[in-house]
């Protein structure tokens, strides 16, 4: 079975500060790892995904993460927040057979000016 | 390329009553996924189809829950008889193939039950 916890419901940074979103995950597979956005009244948004190749995985709009196995950690970064990142942020794993799809209970970012 | 559409966008119902929400996924993906998001919780996956066959609904209450998607093209998610707990956000995405392909999500259609 598969599941993930994000530290931290609430997140608020400066603008230009750096933005760190933690996810752990648990998984007895080899699991496949997503971090998505949701802006409001809107659906989600893929922002980069990790399925078993380099382990610093780059997405959109700045952002990038790093699968530790190690520490089972699947943390969101970008070295400097903008306004526009204030957002919803999930954190979702699936196991190798890309059935049984778990989300996060997500991470509010606040970005202050 | 025209993305997910849900509809409708919002509904209001009384409880016991039903309710239909509507999906039609991004042409040619095989894949669609019905979500609820409660608010203040991240999405929990109610349905997966491939096509017009069901791979996973492990989470769907069946009891007042069902879903179909013939022709493997556009879907629908049935309530029967609804309850207060049922008030969330339901999502639909789709994807190309499975899970680890990006899922592309629709609005959602909010659902109050009073």
């Known amino acids: 079975a598969q599941s993930v916890t994000q530290l931290g419901s609430h997140v608020s940074v400066s603008e230009g500060a750096l933005v760190l979103l933690r996810c752990n995950y648990s998984s007895s597979v080899p699991p496949y790892l997503f971090w998505y956005v949701q802006y409001p009244n809107q659906g989600l948004q893929l922002l980069l995904k990790?399925?078993?190749?380099?382990?610093l995985v780059k997405g959109i709009n700045g952002f990038e993460a790093e699968f530790k196995k190690s520490e089972t950690s699947f943390h969101l970064t970008k070295p400097s927040a903008h306004m526009s990142d204030a957002a919803e942020y999930f954190c979702a794993v699936s196991g190798n057979t890309g059935n049984q799809f778990y989300f996060g209970t997500g991470t509010s970012l606040t970005v202050i000016p | 390329e025209a993305g997910v559409a849900q509809s409708p966008r919002y509904k209001i119902i009384e409880k016991r009553q039903s309710v239909a929400f509507w999906c039609n996924p991004i042409s040619g993906h095989a894949t669609l996924y019905w979500y609820q998001q409660i608010l203040g919780q991240g999405p929990k996956l109610l349905i997966q189809?491939?096509?017009?066959?069901?791979?996973?609904d492990s989470q769907l209450p069946k009891d007042r829950f069902s879903a179909e998607r013939l022709k493997g093209v556009d879907s629908t998610l049935k309530i029967q008889p609804a309850k207060l707990e049922d008030s969330a956000v339901y999502l639909c995405?789709?994807?190309?193939?499975?899970?680890?392909?990006?899922?592309?999500f629709g609005p959602g259609t909010r659902l109050t039950v009073l």
């Open positions: 995405a789709s994807s190309p193939m499975t899970s680890f392909n990006e899922q592309f």
């Open positions: 990790y399925t078993s190749a380099a382990t």
């Open positions: 189809f491939q096509n017009n066959g069901v791979v996973d």
